[in-house]
Structures are given as C-alpha cells and as structure tokens.
C-alpha cells in the first residue's frame, strides 16, 4: 500500500539513532494514524477523494498483501512482517504495512523515534479516529516475529481521548502474557507491583504467582467486571481480558494522578485559538462542560465544537456583542482574565469544602475516641493556607 500518514501541522527536529529490531523490547516510537479513504464522506482532509488516497493509500492491503484491520501497523522497513508492538491505550498490533514517510528516528523531521503508523479505520469514522490520535510519542514494546505468536493482537479502536498524551504521563506497563497460578518471573512482580498500586494486593513483590496474588487478581477481576462470580472460567487467572483492564486501569491511575497535579494553582496564560492541542484547551473545555455549553468530553484540542462554546460563552457573559466580533471563539486576553477569574473562584470553594469536610471529621473523631472506637484518617484531606 503506497500511502502516507496523517499528520496535520507538525514539524519537530529529530536527533535519535536508529535502533535494529530485537526480541521483547522495550522502546519510544512516534506514532501516527492513518485510515482508508471512502467515496462521498462528508469530509476529506485534503480536499477530496483521490487526493485522500494519494495521501493515505487505496485502503485494501497492507504492503505484505495482509487485508487492513484494526491492529495493522506500517512500520520502516527495519521492522520484519509480523513484528507485533504494544502501546499504552491503544493495545498490540502487527506490522504489515509500509510507507516512504514511516522511517526510524531521525529519517524525517517529526521521527524523533522510530515511526509507527496505525490503520485507523474506514472512511468519515477513520478519518475522525486518524485526527484524534495526531502525533504521539511513548514508550511500548516491541516482539520480533518469533517471539509474538502467543502475543494477544487486539487494539482500543474507539476514537482515542488523548488526555494521557497532552498531559505527557509516562507510558505504564504493557500486560499481555498469560499468567496462572504457579508462574513466576518478572512479569508476574510487574502484576503484583500494578495491583499493589491500584490497592488490591498487599503481600510482597517477589514473582511468584501464588495464592495471595490469586486472591488479588480475582478481587480486580470483581471489581472492574472482567468477570460476573468467583466460579466463572478464567477467575483468578491472568487472561488478555484482565491483562486489558489492569493495563487500563493504571492509565487512568495515572492520568487522574497527574491531573491532579496539574490542575493545582493552574491558570491560563496564552492566547488559545482552533487548531491548538495542549492542557490548557483541555481546561477550557472543561469549563465549558460544567457551563452545560459543550456536550463532548474533553479531548484537549480546540476543534469547531470547542469554538462555538467558546462563543457562547463570550456571549453569555458580555466578552463580545456577536459571533463576528474581534475575538469570537478564541482566548485573548480579556476572555483569559475571566477563565482566571473563574478557577480562582472554583478553588477557594473547594478548599472552603474540604476545611468544612475537615472540621466535621475531626469532630466525629472526638466522638469515635470518647467511644472507644477507631478514628477516621484525615491525611487525604489537605487545606491550603
């Protein structure tokens, strides 16, 4: 499939050595999104039908000739057939793909790693999924052919929410072996490290898969419905159904971890306009959610959507007279000052609640103490001073 990936507006200097493919490693990839063009979508990046399929490809096969899938990677030609490589809320895919702008690190201006390009999907939904994903750059790992045939090939294919991205969390463990009672070695320490994180294991990390740990992966299994009862096939055990919620699971561990830090004495301080992903859009569209002006979950970039909240918003508030007014639909500086304005209100009252929530704890654990009964913990509960 002749094609090139899809990448709008990106130009970052690359400074990498290329790396020769090995067996079960650990590696940072670029990685882009592609997808297979259709006739009469509602919307081509480039203007049109044919031009889509020059950018993209005909769609049909890989280069090896493999049917285009959900999983299919087009990979620089270092990169054997069949090499299957894992990544954080994607999944693990194969390599059956090639094209002149998938090269290692440092072949063109956006490869600051090794690129990799995903199929996407077909037509408007591909499209969509290809926009979303933009450019990314993780850690994931990468299986030589040899090495992959137990590998489970399955991705996320829903339109991806890049909030991990444009937060830039690092890349948490990649869980796809299959591990039962009795196994041992690193990949078990790396469960038993990741269900100790998450609060469901609390013996020691020491690679061995042994009753306690069982226990642990049959109360995560519970808890996130990987399973219904204890007597369902596979409880206890260690399958790609549980290998993709824990994977899941410590990215939301983390994307919520980081959130916090970041959204602490957080404030706006650019102009923000379409065509820009980082937090702070991120922000903004959180905003515009709880105002009930954007009724999407928040992705981080300022599309059309974003920018007629946005509006709405200046509106509602008196920013501009109407829609055509100087600044409509972008953050300058009077708009930014009232999105100040509003976290700095947002804070004092959540710092109000939790002193409230503090003084109500404190005053239920002098009763719990006069009783004889345990008090409650309060280190969770921190106020500013």
């Given at each position: 499939?002749?094609?090139?990936?899809?990448?709008?507006g990106?130009?970052?200097?690359?400074?990498?050595?290329?790396?020769?493919?090995q067996?079960?490693?650990?590696?940072?990839?670029?990685?882009?999104?592609?997808?297979?063009?259709l006739?009469?979508?509602?919307?081509?990046?480039?203007?049109?039908?044919?031009?889509?399929?020059?950018?993209?490809?005909?769609g049909?096969?890989?280069?090896?000739?493999?049917?285009?899938?959900?999983?299919?990677?087009?990979?620089?030609?270092?990169?054997?057939?069949?090499?299957?490589?894992?990544?954080?809320?994607?999944?693990?895919?194969?390599?059956?793909?090639?094209?002149?702008?998938?090269?290692?690190?440092?072949?063109?201006?956006?490869?600051?790693?090794?690129?990799?390009?995903?199929?996407?999907?077909?037509?408007?939904?591909?499209?969509?999924?290809?926009?979303?994903?933009?450019?990314?750059?993780?850690?994931?790992?990468?299986?030589?052919?040899?090495?992959?045939?137990?590998?489970?090939?399955?991705?996320?294919?829903?339109?991806?929410t890049?909030?991990?991205?444009?937060?830039?969390?690092?890349?948490?463990?990649?869980?796809?072996?299959?591990?039962?009672?009795?196994?041992?070695?690193?990949?078990?320490?790396?469960?038993?490290?990741?269900?100790?994180?998450?609060?469901?294991?609390?013996?020691?990390?020491?690679?061995?898969?042994?009753?306690?740990?069982?226990?642990?992966?049959?109360?995560?299994?519970?808890?996130?419905?990987?399973?219904?009862?204890?007597?369902?096939?596979?409880?206890?055990?260690?399958?790609?159904?549980?290998?993709?919620?824990?994977?899941?699971?410590?990215i939301?561990?983390?994307?919520?971890?980081?959130?916090?830090?970041?959204?602490?004495?957080?404030?706006?301080?650019?102009?923000?306009?379409?065509?820009?992903?980082?937090?702070?859009?991120?922000?903004?569209?959180?905003?515009?959610?709880?105002?009930?002006?954007?009724?999407?979950?928040?992705?981080?970039?300022?599309?059309?959507?974003?920018?007629?909240?946005?509006?709405?918003?200046?509106?509602?508030?008196?920013?501009?007279?109407n829609?055509?007014?100087?600044?409509?639909?972008?953050?300058?500086?009077?708009?930014?000052?009232?999105l100040?304005?509003?976290?700095?209100?947002?804070?004092?009252?959540?710092?109000?609640?939790?002193?409230?929530?503090?003084?109500?704890?404190?005053?239920?654990?002098?009763?719990?103490?006069?009783?004889?009964?345990?008090?409650?913990?309060?280190?969770?509960?921190?106020?500013?001073?």
């Amino acid at each position: 499939m002749k094609k090139f990936a899809l990448v709008l507006g990106v130009s970052l200097m690359a400074q990498l050595l290329a790396i020769p493919a090995q067996a079960a490693e650990d590696r940072q990839f670029t990685v882009t999104g592609y997808y297979s063009p259709l006739p009469n979508q509602a919307y081509y990046v480039t203007g049109s039908y044919e031009a889509e399929k020059r950018l993209n490809g005909h769609g049909i096969a890989g280069a090896d000739g493999t049917p285009v899938f959900p999983g299919m990677i087009a990979a620089p030609s270092s990169y054997a057939f069949g090499t299957v490589v894992c990544l954080p809320d994607f999944g693990c895919g194969s390599v059956h793909d090639r094209g002149g702008a998938i090269v290692e690190a440092g072949g063109r201006n956006i490869a600051r790693h090794d690129r990799l390009d995903l199929w996407m999907g077909y037509g408007d939904e591909g499209l969509a999924r290809a926009l979303d994903l933009g450019l990314w750059h993780t850690q994931g790992t990468l299986y030589e052919p040899a090495e992959a045939g137990d590998i489970n090939v399955a991705v996320n294919f829903k339109a991806v929410t890049p909030i991990n991205r444009i937060l830039d969390i690092p890349a948490v463990k990649q869980f796809v072996k299959n591990l039962y009672k009795g196994a041992e070695g690193a990949e078990v320490k790396a469960v038993q490290e990741a269900l100790s994180t998450l609060g469901f294991y609390y013996g020691s990390i020491h690679g061995e898969f042994d009753t306690e740990l069982e226990q642990a992966v049959l109360d995560f299994q519970l808890e996130n419905f990987v399973i219904d009862s204890v007597s369902e096939v596979g409880a206890g055990g260690f399958g790609p159904k549980t290998q993709e919620a824990l994977t899941s699971a410590l990215i939301k561990h983390e994307t919520q971890k980081a959130l916090l830090e970041r959204w602490n004495d957080f404030h706006f301080e650019g102009n923000l306009s379409k065509g820009k992903r980082d937090e702070s859009v991120l922000k903004l569209q959180e905003i515009l959610v709880q105002r009930e002006l954007l009724d999407h979950q928040p992705t981080g970039y300022f599309g059309n959507l974003t920018k007629e909240a946005l509006i709405a918003f200046q509106l509602e508030e008196g920013l501009i007279a109407n829609e055509n007014s100087a600044g409509a639909g972008s953050v300058g500086p009077k708009t930014r000052e009232l999105l100040n304005e509003l976290l700095e209100l947002e804070s004092e009252q959540q710092q109000a609640d939790k002193a409230a929530q503090l003084a109500y704890i404190n005053q239920k654990n002098e009763l719990l103490t006069l009783a004889g009964l345990e008090a409650r913990p309060t280190q969770n509960l921190i106020v500013k001073k």
